[in-house]
């Protein structure tokens, strides 16, 4: 298993489930942390698809991204990271992370069943600052 650190200087490009317009929401905060340290982050929130959050356009759903998605970054429920899990199968993204609260254990289960790297209850932003700042 891959530790934050070594996920973190590998891979840049990230999907962010539950982006919000709310530039004080913490997936915000975060969303504009990966970008100054220059990640692409795609938000994903169905409800403003087509809109744009910190510069980037607002995608559907993770399916939807136009480009390698390595990282899918979980800002939702854990009820609803099933989904996201096979929707992280069905890209090939390397990474399934769900920020702090958040776990899922049949969602680690087939998401490690397809070699991808499975991280739970950990934040993107304070785990780059512990590594890299």
């Not at 220059?38 to 910190?54: D, R, T």
């Amino acid at each position: 298993m891959k530790n934050t650190k070594e996920i973190l200087n590998k891979y840049k490009n990230i999907a962010l489930v539950g982006a919000s317009k709310d530039l004080t929401k913490i997936s915000s905060i975060v969303m504009k942390f990966l970008q100054d340290f220059g990640f692409k982050v795609y938000p994903v929130n169905p409800s403003m698809k087509g809109e744009k959050i910190l510069g980037e356009k607002v995608f559907g759903n993770i399916s939807e991204i136009d480009s390698p998605v390595e990282i899918i970054n979980v800002f939702r429920p854990s009820n609803e990271v099933m989904e996201i899990a096979k929707e992280a199968i069905k890209i090939k993204a390397k990474v399934l992370w769900l920020q702090l609260d958040i776990k899922n254990k049949e969602a680690k289960k087939i998401v490690e069943e397809k070699n991808i790297i499975y991280v739970e209850n950990k934040c993107t932003k304070i785990e780059f600052e512990k590594h890299f700042n």
